[in-house]
């Protein structure tokens, strides 16, 4: 049972070394792009802040959008077979649950007022993707991950048959 639970978690922490592998790299480039796009030091409007603010944009989408990669990487690295599958699957999953979370804040009224994260800023919820959301950041991405890769290991040789399922 002990060296059971120790192998979960040490194939859970190498799950994670995929994901974790981009943000030194997406850090070292979004500081180039913000020097690149400082004013006290380069001219506004010229060809180097531009292409600062250009890069900047980019780098903003994946350091704003970690959780979607740990839940992909996630599942796609703790998947025993067809890891591509898993991955689609842990996506299919993200967004489900973004697009419910945000339905159910709505119907409960729970909704705080902004349209984007920084409004939202230190509320509890934030914007994902475009849907108003509770902010629960990385650790959403690992969870369903981890949920989505296990879903996918337990049924992939399953084959289920359809006069079953009416």
């Not at 913000?34 to 531009?50: D, F, K, R, W």
């Amino acid at each position: 049972m002990k060296q059971k639970m120790m192998d979960a978690m040490q194939s859970f922490s190498k799950a994670l070394m995929g994901p974790v592998l981009f943000l030194p790299i997406a850090g070292m480039i979004q500081a180039l792009s913000s020097v690149m796009s400082n004013t006290a030091l380069v001219a506004e409007g010229g060809i180097v802040y531009i292409i600062g603010r250009f890069i900047n944009g980019g780098i903003g989408a994946i350091l704003s959008n970690l959780g979607i990669l740990f839940c992909v990487g996630v599942s796609m690295s703790l998947a025993k077979k067809r890891k591509a599958d898993a991955a689609f699957v842990s996506l299919v999953a993200y967004l489900v649950w973004l697009s419910a979370n945000s339905r159910w804040l709505s119907v409960a009224g729970l909704m705080i007022a902004g349209d984007t994260a920084g409004d939202l800023y230190g509320t509890g919820q934030t914007i994902c993707l475009g849907y108003h959301v509770t902010d629960m950041g990385v650790f959403l991405g690992m969870i369903l991950g981890v949920v989505a890769a296990q879903v996918h290991n337990r049924f992939i040789g399953t084959e289920f048959d359809h006069r079953t399922l009416l």
